[in-house]
DNA sequence: CGAACCAGTGAGTGTACGTTCACTCATATG
DNA sequence: CATATGAGTGAACGTACACTCACTGGTTCG
């Protein structure tokens, strides 16, 4: 058995980094520990931090993996547009967006993300994967600033209404807030 | 010297809690120590929890002392809208809105609230918060559900801007979404 | 065979944190 | 003066965490 099925370090490195997905998606970044995600990836303590050599890296690394899989929803979401009229490719582009969160962990990360963006390094990759988002939906929708804008400014109310649970309250504010949002 | 100015337990309690708006404000639920919080406030830690008894009672509080600076804010920004019309009294409440977290405390502390919200305690604050912020705007303006929902969600859009720094950084997309947004 | 290498680990280290507790000191009242 | 009350603290306790390091066992190759 040679490299193809031997894990080396470097194959291993992704399925780590998505096992840190899902558990910093649980704790956020100082609720959780480096145990936390090694006990997700069945390895190692110490074998996490020889992947990545410091808390800060593992985080990065899952916040990148978070965005790859945004984009790969948005691009294929894009292709099931009945036209391409740019409300029509936003309006796929949010479907397809709102159908990957059903289950929360990637919403979850970047709200953890958002919340310490002032740690340099992870403020740096979270603006480069809000980038990549921004870019995409405006080239592939050819849509003015302005729609593009309302898609993340929508997509946040999303994030907020996960967040804090508001679909499973009661009364008038929580329905006028999630009026009209696909992500249930 | 009797009640009126000894500072009594009673009294001391705001200005802590104010002081913890600050500290949680810079790191987070996770990431502020009781300690920081009591140098904040120039007190000693031990005291601290003695007002609070634990962590996330001393968060709430600062969580209900920020939403009472909001509704505040919002109140007397409505007031100075040049007509009862429900726009002009949503964009006279942006407008206060936006001045007020021209520091970003209170814009941050919210960021690290929704990103704790799933400790209970913590999330039905944070829902308590929501709830009076959209009742409000939808009372006192007397729009349309569609226009209150644009509020908070452009308001989420902000948050978003001012956690990742976004106006300080260049690029046709970071240009794009800051359009028009007045929280500068 | 043996030497070099690499995936992966167990056990530790230093530090920092939330909370507790016994205590001090100032004031207030009888 | 004596006693009580409550503001405020210093020091400790137990735990937990990020990160280190010396090590094991298997594989590769000369």
Known sequence: MARSTLSTAELRRPTVAAAAVRAFARGGYHGTTIADVAREAKISPAYVIKLFPTKEKLFTAALEACFDQILAALEAGADTASSIS???????????????????????????????????????AFRAGLERIVTYAKD?????????????????????????????????????????MRHL
Chains 1, 2 share one sequence.
């Open 86 to 124: 740019p409300d029509e490719v936003l309006d796929a582009m949010a479907d397809a967006y709102a159908a990957l969160i059903t289950d929360r962990t990637l919403l979850l990360l970047q709200v953890h993300a958002q919340s310490v963006a002032e740690i340099p390094e992870i403020g740096a």
């Open 140 to 180: 592939r929708s050819r849509g003015t600033d302005e729609a593009v804008q309302r898609f993340i400014a929508f997509g946040q109310l999303c994030h907020l209404l996960v967040a804090a649970n508001v679909q499973e309250v009661p009364g008038p504010w929580a329905r006028l807030l999630t009026a009209g």
